[in-house]
Nanobody, 120 residues
Framework: QVQLVESGGGLVQPGGSLRLSCAAS????????MGWYRQAPGKEREMVAR???????IYADSVKGRFTISRDNAKNTVYLQMNSLKAEDTAVYLC??????????????WGQGTQVTVSS
């Protein structure tokens, strides 16, 4: 069974840091783009950061300079280092990945989400 499992969320004070991880497991041929999205109560889901298979990094303007996305291909894992956190970063963070289960058959998978709360 192919799945994405996130970890690392929690409660942090404004200005603090958190590191999220998302590991893909199961029978996977290859992993293309991986990314992080977030959804706050009453708001639409928005892209936070993505990293392509070639290593190109894409960030939302709201997190540039504060968040860093990276991936470890050997571990099928994508990370999101979040620094200088603000109250407006509070949301459920979800990872996704474009997974090829066999050559030429790519599917978009989502993790279950992890809560990040920034509050004093």
């Amino acid at each position: 069974q192919v799945q994405l499992v996130e970890s690392g969320g929690g409660l942090v004070q404004p200005g603090g840091s958190l590191r999220l991880s998302c590991a893909a497991s199961g029978s996977i041929f290859s992993i293309n783009a991986m990314g992080w999205y977030r959804q706050a109560p009453g708001k639409e889901r928005e892209m936070v950061a993505r990293v392509t298979a070639a290593g190109r990094l894409i960030y939302a303007d709201s997190v540039k300079g504060r968040f860093t996305i990276s991936r470890d291909n050997a571990k099928n894992t994508v990370y999101l280092q979040m620094n200088s956190l603000k109250a407006e970063d509070t949301a459920v963070y979800l990872c996704n990945a474009n997974l090829e289960l066999k050559r030429g058959y790519e599917y978009l998978y989502w993790g279950q989400g992890t809560q990040v709360t920034v509050s004093s």
